[in-house]
């Protein structure tokens, strides 16, 4: 059972392959039973957690990236850009030149997505910065040990590989047989599954179970995600809030006041530089910057005094923010005397600035009338031409989270039952929410749809694989039919990086007559809207084709009625299979949060939706491309 015996499960589940084979499987079940009591008394590996000094994080990313070499690139502002450090010889001595390093982490499959290839430019991105203001010091901490849960997660599912990995989880690829028997799925063995129990007990230490730690899996292997512990490393290393006297989220180029000295009064710090090189190198859509010093609060756009009126103008993409904002509440979830978080936009619920990092990440590339380029005088000087932005760069959610009013809370929670946000859950604190928040960032940055099983006994054992190559395939079954006694197949998939589910599809087709679709010839290339019309045949929903993500206000439904597939909605469909057909391609489809693509009456300006993530699920024909980065909308997932 997934909750009560988490670290039971890798067990189970082999007994219950094994009492399919064998001729006295009661023994077998007694075995078990026994064995996982003998586990449930194992001392807990809970770390209770603790703020991580600079030092600490330093030894850490060197740690990671000789440990997880294909899924982890580590830069610095310095290497990556050419920027100097803020700090003299007596700052960060760590660190082999005089002052502080800004460090940058980048996690990313590098074995399915490749530097460089097609899948890799066109993979969704979410950034995490974790301390703009130094003595604010909860962010890095959240932000690493997001990190870590993240690695661990990937390094053990992919021990899990087996001959046939899914690649693409929405495309299935069923083999026929013309037997006079029951169907039945006639899966790969899973050949290492000592070590995967292993790590996988690890981690369902923490209350994560299966199915949890392949959710974590699939967002390492379908994102890059990137973090910047420290943005203002000299900060931090030194308790402040600044830099060198400047506050750096006072420092970017947006709604700056309107006189000739703004120009300079920009990009002072190297802590802005360095979010400004990463934001023009990618393209950004999701974005968490965690912050203290006031109520716990998640707010968005606006935050700056131009839309700060009596009028009361919130900005085109409120709608998807709101949303967005109160799944990030609703998964930090409580604890004790603490409150949920509350959410709303900036202006509101905490207050307007000038040179705000929020509102120009949003906005520094469609608001243009608000974008002055800056000439500072700070470190030698800055290029001008590093603050004139593309259409493409600056369009991301970029919600800040203030954690608490306390600069250096005291509750920071623990690793037990993780992603759980009950308030009764003995592991939440500070640092486990914000974990919580940063991985729902990863999850909602694109929409996925997910097949979890056939008729009513046929669970497929795993989701997307990483560390596989680009296309060792969809998931491939063998399914043994009798032509008389089974003409239809039910398939159960699942939607996730979604939250509210507009329509839900099931196709399916003979693999020979689709040889030149994307379904056949790239697994990591969606097929198209037109070719699943013009190659596929529509099978029948069974029961609701709408519904909600597992993130929403209702949370997920059409809820799973078995339990230990998904954590998010299950929809039903039913196959006619086609005489005389051999191997045949399911593909499931979803289409998302179209409520997104609408601008409120009291937008300011009055333009529809600007952002890539309303954008990017609404209208097919939104594309930005930069820095060899692609954003490609569409309306079927």
């Not at 069923?174 to 028997?181: F, M, P, Q, V």
């Not at 000299?234 to 947006?254: K, M, V, W």
């Not at 989270?401 to 759980?420: A, I, Q």
Request: include cysteine; charge should be negative; charged fraction near 20%.
């Amino acid at each position: 059972p997934r909750t009560p015996y988490p670290s039971c499960v890798p067990f189970s589940m082999i007994s219950c392959r094994w009492t399919t084979r064998l001729t006295a499987p009661f023994h077998l079940f007694a075995w078990v039973i026994l064995l996982c009591c003998q586990l449930q008394t194992v001392e807990s590996n809970n770390k209770a957690y603790k703020l991580y000094s600079s030092s600490e994080i330093n030894v850490m990313l060197d740690e990671w990236e000789t440990k997880y070499p294909n899924l982890v690139r580590l830069t610095t502002a310095q290497e990556a850009y050419g920027l100097p450090t803020a700090g003299s010889s007596d700052d960060c001595p760590f660190y082999e030149g005089n002052g502080c390093p800004n460090a940058i982490l980048t996690i990313q499959d590098y074995v399915k997505h490749p530097e460089g290839s097609k899948s890799s430019n066109a993979l969704p991105e979410v950034f995490l910065s974790g301390s703009v203001h130094g003595n604010e010091r909860v962010g890095p901490t959240a932000v690493m040990e997001t990190a870590l849960l993240l690695l661990e997660a990937a390094t053990c599912e992919s021990s899990l590989h087996v001959s046939s990995t899914r690649s693409s989880s929405s495309i299935l690829i069923l083999r026929l047989a013309n037997k006079k028997e029951h169907i039945i799925l006639d899966l790969p063995v899973e050949p290492n599954w000592h070590a995967r129990s292993t790590c996988r007990t690890k981690l369902a230490e923490s209350g994560i179970d299966h199915v949890q730690q392949r959710w974590l899996a699939r967002l390492v292997s379908t994102r890059r995600i990137v973090i910047v512990p420290t943005a203002n490393a000299l900060g931090y290393y030194q308790d402040e809030r600044t830099e060198d006297g400047i506050d750096p989220n006072r420092d970017f180029p947006y709604d700056l006041p309107n006189d000739p000295s703004s120009s300079s009064s920009c990009m002072q710090t190297i802590a802005s530089r360095t979010l400004n090189e990463v934001f023009r190198e990618h393209l950004f859509q999701m974005a968490l910057t965690i912050h203290a010093g006031h109520d716990p609060v998640v707010a968005y756009n606006w935050g700056s005094p131009t839309w700060y009126e009596d009028d009361g103008y919130v900005s085109p993409d409120d709608l998807a923010q709101h949303q967005i904002a109160a799944a990030y509440s609703k998964y930090g979830g409580t604890w004790a005397d603490t409150i949920p978080y509350e959410y709303g936009p900036m202006n509101d619920l905490v207050y307007f600035v000038e040179g705000g990092m929020e509102d120009w990440a949003y906005a520094g590339s469609w608001d243009k009338e608000r974008v002055k380029p800056c000439e500072p005088t700070t470190f030698g000087g800055y290029p001008l031409e590093k603050t004139v932005y593309n259409n493409s760069t600056l369009r991301a959610f970029n919600m800040l989270v203030e954690t608490s009013l306390d600069k250096n809370p005291p509750s920071l929670g623990s690793s037990e039952d993780l992603l759980n946000q009950d308030e009764y859950s003995d592991g939440n604190g500070h640092v486990s929410r914000n974990i919580r928040l940063s991985l729902l960032a990863a999850d909602l940055v694109e929409p996925y749809v997910s097949i979890v099983q056939v008729n009513d006994d046929n669970i497929l054992p795993h989701d997307v694989i990483p560390l596989s190559s680009n296309c060792d395939g969809a998931m491939i079954v063998a399914v043994n039919a009798s032509e008389t006694l089974w003409n239809t197949l039910d398939v159960a998939f699942s939607v996730g990086g979604a939250l509210s589910i507009d329509n839900v599809e099931l196709w399916f087709a003979s693999k020979e007559d689709i040889a030149s679709t994307a379904a056949n010839s790239d697994c990591l290339e969606q097929p198209t809207f037109s070719e699943l019309q013009s190659s596929f045949t529509q099978a029948s929903i069974l029961g609701t084709t709408s519904g909600t993500g597992r993130f929403s206000s209702n949370g997920a439904s059409p809820a799973s009625e078995t339990g230990g597939i998904t954590d998010g909605p299950v929809f039903w469909g039913t196959i006619d299979i086609p005489n005389g057909v051999s191997e045949l391609i399911v593909v499931a489809s979803a289409r998302v949060d179209q409520d997104w693509k609408n601008a409120p009456d009291n937008a300011g300006p009055d333009v529809q939706p600007q952002s890539h993530m309303a954008n990017v699920r609404t209208n097919p024909n939104w594309r930005h491309e930069s820095e060899g980065k692609v954003v490609q909308g569409r309306l079927d997932w």
